[in-house]
């Protein structure tokens, strides 16, 4: 019913810069919070960066300075702008979106297929 879409990951070397998107499709009424995580292999899964609909963000320690999360709502789209990449920032990046589907309006939690992020040193 509702598909999460990522897009924008590679390689990159250390100090460039990325910028991640997902778009969210299907049928659905709104969507509340979207947020990015992101697993390194052998790690667990870790939250990035956080936005709610009504632009309240937040971010992990380790990047904030760096990254920028922004959602364009017309388009239910989030983005992930990631700038001086570090090598410790290689990892699989998720999109996450609480989704309400129906009524009552309890949001439902959705994963993209993830994007890979490698940054060479």
């Known amino acids: 019913q509702v598909q999460l879409v990522e897009s924008g990951g590679g390689l990159v070397q250390a100090g460039g810069s990325l910028r991640l998107s997902c778009a969210a499709s299907g049928r659905f009424i709104n969507i509340n919070t979207m947020a990015w995580y992101r697993q390194a292999s052998g790690k667990p899964r870790e939250l990035v960066a956080t936005m709610t609909s009504g632009g309240t963000t937040g971010y992990a320690d380790s990047v904030k300075g760096r990254f920028t999360i922004s959602r364009e709502n017309a388009k239910n789209t989030v983005h992930l702008q990631m700038n001086s990449l570090k090598p410790e920032d290689t990892a699989v990046y998720y999109c996450?979106?609480?989704?309400?589907?129906?009524?009552?309006?309890?949001?439902?939690?959705?994963w993209g297929q993830g994007t890979q992020v490698t940054v060479s040193s």
């Open positions: 996450n979106a609480g989704v309400v589907v129906n009524f009552p309006p309890v949001p439902d939690d959705y």
